[in-house]
């Protein structure tokens, strides 16, 4: 449609408002109530408009735009009307601009001096300056209600996005405050700390407790650069003070891709790790039994005399290499190419292993490749969403920002199946809570449901899939009945959740590692892909499946061949033509036999197969099962080199530790869950002699007359783009905007925002017969619980960067196991009494948590901390095919202490 907004003709969309078309074309409307995230209320009035036709002024954020509308945002009387509001606001506004952290960035300031409010209108406003008033006694945020203007954005992004419902108004007329339902201290209300509502402030009334006095908005150099904690690849911008060179607060801009300007805690408040006093700053070298400082010339000469002298005795084959999900996809790439090349070995893994292994072989059995088929936008579109296996409001929260907006605001139908009470259940039509380690029967009990009623997709299975005959046996003898006496969810609920999902005119799976942690996590995911395939849902858009990776790169680290079967781009080490083509690449002779996985490298050290373990980024002394046996093993190894930021519980085994540099401090690219390859800035320096992790690694490749140099990342990117054809057209030019989704084969290509349309990457989708088995370890007399382990919202991995931040540890600073309350009566257990938990494995002494967020019979730990480790307990049973071990299922017992 077409308007005129001061004499110039612009083109609005369907459904805008004013404002937003204005906006669109470039046209400024000041306003002080809306953020294009919200409803938009027009309670500021700043917006107001002439529309001709239309009886005295309209706000602009909530009129309509329609074909042939005349718009003045400028005249006389309007000028007048918005000085007057100003002034009014600036009656009660007890701030002096001067010396407020917000200058030059506040809203209201701005448009003071635009609109040349008078001396005496902006005298009232100052006052006297008293320094910060802290109000909510957390680490996190604060409010200062004599900064605040009432607009309520706050409330309205706490209630509308977010959905936490932490924020209300109390009191009437000039003593209206912002707070919590019944003025409770915000730790205890429902508020999860994401700073949304700081993100939404025009003035500053809420803000960063930790910025304040660290330097003005408008002396603050912001880099642009993607989050470090988890998939979801949120952009953020680090707001630096240069001459203390200290990261002061993270804001993230409305409108960027993917998370559209929405954090989560640790990504609004949890980079105090980047300036931590604990980082490590200089080389260690063990002399005497004790790590103690060295230069990087003796660091690198001892590495590289080490590994050339083991190669030379033992083979390429008894050196092994960790990469890490935290690290850049420049930095994985030189690291698998330097173990591949370098070594010669192709014992090379990382934590994804431990994560998402099995999604990768099952979906590339499937489909014909591993990754999440659709994009995070379409999930807000889609009509039906089955969520199983995945916690993903404290997981991945801004993508459960999305989940949440499409059942409550645009009536999607969402399904959960996960063992515990998850956040989610409080918006989803059907939450099954099924017995950990059950999900084929699950799966394919709702499968005998969708074919016993026809509900399946006829047409997509005979034209677009394969071996569908093959599975009709295994999904017919799992029926809802006997699928209940397995799973405990009744059969009726099966049922109901087979015909939600299958009557769905676009259905999304969404999983993560509740899923995929399993000894059957391979055929756990098989069945979400012949479900989905059942009935034609792949390749269309807000549908597919789709796996939440639960690292900032573990997409990125297995595409760029940091696994040890394949090289970048998932291409076959066993493939002669593939071989043939990487060893000319390379200039290097390559092993043609698939390495060692995490686990299995740690299995090697026990049987001296492997005698040196080289860990960049990797802590396997708190993130692996078994955790006795993992550090017996890093114990027993005869060289174990560690690269990373802090002294992990890993480094204080190793006889040589490597300062690297933060994610901060580098330059780079990650890839996110739904395949966007996007920019990872410089944005401070590194403290002491630390070293960027590629530079390390090539550093040690020279030392062993290995060559190996690049002049910047950019270029080791152009190397990538060139032998990995996902990656073919990936360039930093092309992505320094805005990142681009895998597939991208050539410099033309946009890039790929859903997988699989018109055809599958493996030709045809290929169905696969799965019939249930139970978990390696079930309950027993002796152990007669089941444990769960997994994350929470407030930590991240292992904790080694997100318990560095005091707001954190102030909201999340131990561990726990959650019981449910029946349980906990009978083993005479209360909420918050010390407990011990026992496997076959090994005990921990942590906190009891007593509620039914799960069910009689069960137990979880989030396996974050350090103090009573989950992964003690957790069972290194292996997938024969993904080779992940089942962290999620292990039988237990419980004592009070």
Same mark, same amino acid.
């Given at each position: 449609?077409?308007? %005129?907004?001061?004499?110039?003709?612009?083109?609005?969309?369907?459904?805008?408002?004013?404002?937003?078309?204005?906006?669109?074309?470039?046209?400024?409307?000041?306003?002080?109530? &809306?953020?294009?995230?919200?409803?938009?209320?027009?309670?500021?009035?700043?917006?107001?408009?002439?529309?001709?036709?239309?009886?005295?002024?309209?706000?602009?954020?909530?009129?309509?735009?329609? $074909?042939?509308?005349?718009?003045?945002?400028?005249?006389?009387?309007?000028?007048?009307?918005?000085?007057?509001?100003?002034?009014?606001?600036? #009656?009660?506004?007890?701030?002096?601009?001067?010396?407020?952290?917000?200058?030059?960035?506040?809203?209201?300031?701005? &448009?003071?001096?635009?609109?040349?409010?008078?001396?005496?209108?902006?005298?009232?406003?100052?006052?006297?300056?008293?320094?910060?008033?802290?109000?909510?006694?957390?680490?996190?945020?604060?409010?200062?209600?004599?900064?605040?203007?009432?607009?309520?954005?706050?409330?309205?992004?706490?209630?509308?996005?977010?959905?936490?419902?932490?924020?209300?108004?109390?009191?009437?007329?000039?003593?209206?405050? +912002?707070?919590?339902?019944?003025?409770?201290?915000?730790?205890?209300?429902?508020?999860?700390?994401?700073?949304?509502? @700081?993100?939404?402030?025009?003035?500053?009334?809420?803000?960063?407790?930790?910025?304040?006095?660290?330097?003005?908005?408008?002396?603050?150099?912001?880099?642009?650069?993607?989050?470090?904690? #988890?998939?979801?690849?949120?952009?953020?911008?680090?707001?630096?003070?240069?001459?203390?060179?200290?990261?002061?607060?993270?804001?993230?801009?409305?409108?960027?891709?993917?998370?559209?300007?929405?954090?989560?805690?640790?990504?609004?408040?949890?980079?105090?790790? +980047?300036?931590?006093?604990?980082?490590?700053?200089?080389?260690?070298?063990?002399?005497?039994?004790?790590?103690?400082?060295?230069?990087?010339?003796?660091?690198?000469?001892?590495?590289?005399?080490?590994?050339?002298?083991?190669?030379?005795?033992?083979?390429? $084959?008894?050196?092994?290499?960790?990469?890490?999900?935290? #690290?850049?996809?420049?930095?994985?790439?030189?690291?698998?190419?330097?173990?591949?090349?370098?070594?010669? %070995?192709?014992?090379?893994? /990382? #934590?994804?292993?431990?994560?998402?292994?099995?999604?990768?072989?099952?979906?590339?059995?499937?489909?014909?490749?591993?990754?999440?088929?659709?994009?995070?936008?379409?999930?807000?579109?889609?009509?039906?969403?089955?969520?199983?296996?995945?916690?993903?409001?404290?997981?991945?929260?801004?993508?459960?920002?999305? @989940?949440?907006?499409?059942?409550?605001?645009?009536?999607?139908?969402?399904?959960?199946?996960?063992? !515990?009470?998850?956040?989610?259940? =409080?918006?989803?039509?059907?939450?099954?809570?099924?017995?950990?380690?059950?999900?084929?029967?699950?799966?394919?009990?709702?499968?005998?449901?969708?074919?016993?009623?026809?509900?399946?997709?006829?047409?997509?299975?005979?034209?677009?899939?394969?071996?569908?005959?093959?599975?009709?046996?295994?999904?017919?003898?799992?029926?809802?009945?006997?699928?209940?006496?397995?799973?405990? +969810?009744?059969?009726?609920?099966?049922?109901?959740?087979? !015909?939600? &999902?299958?009557?769905?005119?676009?259905?999304?799976?969404?999983?993560?590692?509740?899923?995929?942690?399993?000894?059957?996590?391979?055929?756990?995911?098989?069945?979400?892909?012949?479900?989905?395939?059942?009935?034609?849902?792949?390749? *269309?858009?807000?549908?597919?499946?789709?796996?939440?990776?639960?690292?900032?790169?573990?997409?990125?680290?297995?595409?760029?061949?940091?696994?040890?079967?394949?090289?970048?781009?998932?291409?076959?080490?066993?493939?002669?033509?593939?071989?043939?083509?990487?060893?000319?690449?390379?200039?290097?002779?390559?092993?043609?036999?698939?390495?060692? %996985?995490?686990?299995?490298?740690?299995?090697?050290?026990? $049987?001296?197969?492997?005698?040196?373990?080289?860990?960049?980024?990797?802590?396997?002394?708190?993130?692996?099962?078994?955790?006795?046996?993992? =550090?017996?093993?890093?114990?027993?190894?005869?060289?174990?080199?560690?690269?990373?930021?802090?002294?992990?519980?890993?480094?204080?085994?190793?006889?040589?530790?490597?300062?690297?540099?933060?994610?901060?401090?580098?330059?780079?690219?990650?890839?996110?869950?739904?395949?966007?390859?996007?920019?990872?800035?410089?944005?401070?320096?590194?403290?002491?002699?630390?070293?960027?992790?590629?530079?390390?690694?090539?550093?040690?490749?020279?030392?062993?007359?290995?060559?190996?140099?690049?002049?910047?990342?950019?270029?080791?990117?152009?190397?990538?783009?060139?032998?990995?054809?996902?990656?073919?057209?990936?360039?930093?030019?092309?992505?320094?905007?805005?990142?681009?989704?895998?597939?991208?084969?050539?410099?033309?290509?946009?890039?790929?925002?859903?997988?699989? *349309?018109?055809?599958?990457?493996?030709?045809?989708?290929?169905? /696969?017969?799965?019939?249930?088995?139970?978990?390696?370890?079930?309950?027993?007399?002796?152990?007669?619980?089941?444990?769960?382990?997994?994350?929470?919202?407030?930590?991240?991995?292992?904790?080694?960067?997100?318990?560095?931040?005091?707001?954190?540890?102030?909201?999340?600073?131990?561990?726990?196991?959650?019981?449910?309350?029946?349980?906990?009566?009978? &083993?005479?257990?209360?909420?918050?009494?010390? +407990?011990?938990?026992?496997?076959?494995?090994?005990?921990?002494?942590?906190?009891?948590?007593?509620?039914?967020?799960?069910?009689?019979?069960?137990?979880?730990?989030?396996? /974050?901390?350090?103090?009573?480790?989950?992964?003690?307990?957790?069972?290194?049973?292996?997938?024969?095919?993904?080779?992940?071990?089942?962290?999620?299922?292990?039988?237990?017992?419980?004592?009070?202490?």
């Amino acid at each position: 449609m077409k308007l %005129t907004i001061d004499g110039k003709q612009i083109t609005a969309q369907s459904g805008q408002t004013v404002l937003q078309a204005a906006q669109d074309n470039g046209i400024d409307i000041p306003n002080l109530c &809306y953020d294009p995230r919200l409803k938009p209320s027009g309670s500021c009035r700043l917006c107001l408009v002439e529309i001709e036709g239309q009886r005295g002024l309209q706000p602009s954020c909530v009129f309509e735009a329609r $074909d042939g509308l005349a718009v003045k945002t400028n005249t006389d009387e309007i000028r007048d009307i918005r000085k007057t509001i100003l002034e009014l606001l600036f #009656c009660e506004h007890k701030a002096r601009c001067t010396v407020c952290d917000e200058n030059g960035k506040c809203s209201l300031q701005n &448009y003071a001096y635009e609109y040349q409010l008078s001396e005496e209108s902006l005298g009232r406003a100052l006052g006297t300056e008293t320094g910060p008033n802290y109000t909510t006694a957390n680490l996190a945020l604060e409010y200062d209600p004599d900064k605040c203007i009432r607009c309520g954005r706050c409330v309205r992004i706490c209630e509308e996005v977010q959905m936490a419902h932490a924020l209300t108004f109390k009191n009437r007329a000039a003593e209206t405050e +912002v707070t919590t339902a019944f003025d409770l201290p915000l730790n205890e209300s429902t508020c999860v700390l994401c700073g949304q509502c @700081i993100s939404t402030c025009p003035t500053g009334a809420l803000y960063d407790r930790s910025a304040i006095g660290e330097g003005q908005a408008k002396d603050l150099v912001k880099t642009r650069t993607t989050c470090v904690y #988890c998939g979801v690849g949120c952009q953020i911008d680090l707001n630096v003070n240069p001459k203390k060179n200290r990261i002061v607060r993270v804001t993230s801009e409305v409108g960027c891709i993917p998370n559209d300007g929405n954090l989560c805690i640790k990504g609004r408040f949890g980079m105090d790790f +980047v300036g931590h006093p604990e980082r490590l700053t200089t080389p260690l070298i063990r002399r005497d039994g004790k790590l103690k400082e060295a230069t990087w010339d003796e660091a690198i000469g001892l590495i590289a005399d080490k590994l050339t002298k083991i190669k030379a005795e033992s083979g390429p $084959d008894s050196i092994a290499g960790l990469s890490s999900a935290k #690290c850049t996809n420049e930095d994985n790439y030189v690291f698998q190419k330097f173990i591949r090349g370098g070594i010669g %070995t192709n014992n090379v893994d /990382h #934590c994804a292993r431990l994560c998402h292994s099995s999604t990768v072989a099952g979906l590339a059995r499937a489909f014909g490749s591993g990754a999440m088929t659709n994009s995070i936008d379409e999930f807000k579109d889609a009509r039906c969403i089955f969520v199983i296996g995945s916690n993903t409001p404290e997981a991945h929260p801004v993508i459960a920002i999305g @989940i949440r907006e499409a059942a409550v605001k645009n009536s999607a139908e969402l399904i959960i199946a996960d063992p !515990r009470e998850i956040e989610l259940v =409080r918006y989803a039509k059907l939450h099954m809570q099924q017995r950990p380690g059950s999900d084929v029967a699950l799966i394919n009990a709702m499968m005998n449901v969708i074919l016993a009623e026809g509900l399946h997709d006829r047409d997509f299975i005979e034209e677009r899939t394969e071996g569908f005959e093959e599975i009709v046996d295994a999904i017919k003898e799992m029926t809802p009945e006997k699928a209940e006496k397995i799973t405990t +969810v009744p059969a009726d609920a099966i049922r109901q959740a087979a !015909r939600t &999902y299958a009557r769905a005119d676009s259905a999304s799976i969404v999983f993560s590692m509740g899923i995929t942690q399993h000894t059957t996590g391979t055929d756990n995911v098989l069945s979400l892909a012949n479900l989905a395939m059942l009935t034609g849902n792949v390749g *269309k858009e807000s549908a597919g499946v789709n796996p939440l990776r639960g690292q900032n790169n573990v997409q990125g680290a297995c595409d760029l061949g940091a696994l040890p079967n394949v090289y970048p781009g998932y291409q076959s080490v066993e493939d002669a033509e593939i071989h043939a083509k990487f060893e000319k690449a390379w200039d290097a002779k390559l092993s043609d036999k698939a390495g060692l %996985t995490v686990v299995e490298m740690f299995h090697a050290i026990e $049987d001296g197969d492997v005698r040196a373990l080289y860990l960049m980024g990797e802590n396997p002394a708190l993130s692996d099962p078994n955790l006795n046996r993992t =550090r017996k093993a890093l114990e027993k190894v005869e060289f174990l080199v560690c690269q990373d930021v802090f002294l992990s519980e890993s480094a204080q085994y190793a006889d040589v530790v490597l300062p690297a540099f933060s994610f901060a401090e580098k330059e780079g690219t990650f890839t996110n869950t739904e395949r966007r390859i996007q920019r990872v800035r410089k944005a401070v320096d590194p403290p002491g002699q630390t070293r960027d992790d590629w530079i390390i690694v090539c550093d040690i490749a020279t030392a062993m007359g290995i060559p190996m140099q690049y002049e910047n990342t950019s270029q080791i990117m152009d190397e990538i783009a060139s032998v990995s054809p996902i990656y073919g057209g990936i360039a930093y030019d092309r992505i320094e905007e805005v990142g681009l989704q895998w597939p991208c084969p050539d410099r033309d290509h946009p890039g790929t925002k859903y997988l699989h *349309k018109g055809e599958f990457k493996r030709g045809k989708g290929k169905f /696969h017969p799965v019939r249930f088995r139970e978990p390696a370890e079930l309950p027993s007399k002796e152990f007669p619980l089941i444990l769960s382990t997994g994350r929470q919202l407030y930590q991240y991995h292992t904790g080694t960067l997100s318990r560095k931040s005091p707001a954190i540890h102030q909201k999340s600073p131990t561990g726990y196991v959650e019981i449910h309350f029946k349980d906990a009566k009978e &083993y005479g257990i209360e909420d918050g009494d010390s +407990v011990e938990v026992t496997t076959t494995r090994g005990k921990v002494t942590t906190k009891a948590s007593v509620g039914t967020q799960v069910a009689k019979g069960w137990l979880f730990m989030p396996f /974050h901390f350090a103090e009573g480790p989950a992964n003690m307990l957790t069972n290194d049973a292996l997938d024969p095919i993904a080779k992940i071990p089942e962290l999620k299922v292990c039988a237990a017992k419980i004592r009070q202490l």
